[in-house]
């Protein structure tokens, strides 16, 4: 298998992913703990209406690794059919095998997803080496009928994608792009600065959201675009539009939300959030818990002073 060059365009009919994107959360019922359809179309109606690019699917904030393999294909399949023509679908498909990657991925984009967002594996992470990474992601990208895209989550799967190692990998044509969540400013600029101008490199948190598209970043997939999606697109038009220091202070507000939807109280508090902000974030599948009333009040005075929640509800 040739690796493709570096300017190979990806498969045809592949859209150009850029722009904002909401890893939604996966609804479940209070009650069963089931699929809760009716609120992802709530929601998904809400997202429509504002500016984000796309949605992703099954990534983290989706829940996805305590979720069963049928559920993962119907909620694509439900929210490409819920989602906006325009609303680009991302299905995030990485598992622990090549096998079971392959699998996955060509069962979401049967389901009706533009792209797969592809985890690193990592139960035996002393063995992911290099060598290892770079022979899992090139048999995935040579099987997937969608284009693929790198997700570096070191916080999660303990295991970091090295600038090297990505930029290796985007020489093939089928490997479009990278969500780097790992918050390190520095290795994202060695990956912009490796990569080809048409590999797509994303934020995935809203903490570096700016600083990523100063150095040349095409967008964010950003668990605040599910509370705050028009403030994050906001950022990168403020940017784009040169409007650079209106854009840095919508970055700064909302830095304290951010925190708390993600490292702070991570699923349960984005759902808390969504809650308090009239979406429906609703419970979390166990084994993780609810977020306390406690958090849940400071929660909400955090939401206020960034001027996304009225403190007198």
Not at 209 to 218: D, I, N, P, V
């Amino acid at each position: 298998m040739a690796p493709g060059s570096v300017d190979s365009p990806a498969r045809p009919g592949a859209r150009d992913l850029r722009g904002v994107f909401a890893p939604i959360p996966t609804p479940f019922e209070p009650a069963s703990g089931e699929l809760a359809w009716d609120r992802l179309a709530e929601n998904v109606a809400r997202w429509n209406r504002t500016g984000l690019a796309g949605l992703v699917v099954l990534g983290s904030n989706g829940e996805f690794v305590l979720l069963e393999e049928s559920e993962k294909e119907a909620l694509v399949a439900r929210t490409r059919e819920l989602a906006a023509p325009a609303k680009a679908v991302v299905a995030g498909t990485g598992c622990e095998s090549t096998q079971a990657t392959i699998r996955l991925t060509r069962a979401c984009v049967r389901a009706g997803a533009d792209a797969a967002l592809v985890v690193t594996p990592h139960y035996y992470k002393g063995s992911m080496t290099d060598p290892a990474l770079e022979r899992y992601y090139l048999d995935v990208a040579e099987a997937s009928p969608a284009p693929v895209l790198l997700y570096n989550m070191p916080r999660n799967t303990g295991l970091n994608l090295s600038p090297a190692l990505v930029a290796r990998l985007a020489r093939h044509p089928n490997i479009t792009g990278v969500k780097d969540s790992g918050g390190d400013i520095a290795q994202i600029a060695e990956i912009i600065r490796l990569v080809p101008p048409s590999f797509r490199v994303f934020a995935g948190s809203a903490g570096f959201f700016l600083a990523t598209l100063a150095l040349g970043g095409a967008g964010g997939t950003l668990a605040t675009a599910n509370i705050a999606p028009d403030e994050c697109c906001a950022i990168q038009d403020l940017w784009e539009s040169g409007r650079h220091e209106e854009a840095r202070g919508l970055q700064f507000r909302l830095l304290p939300p951010n925190r708390a939807v993600t490292a702070r109280w991570g699923i349960p508090g984005l759902k808390a959030a969504m809650d308090l902000l009239g979406w429906y974030g609703g419970p979390p599948r166990p084994p993780l818990l609810p977020l306390g009333e406690t958090e849940k009040a400071e929660l909400r005075v955090i939401l206020a002073e960034a001027g996304l929640a009225d403190l007198s509800l």
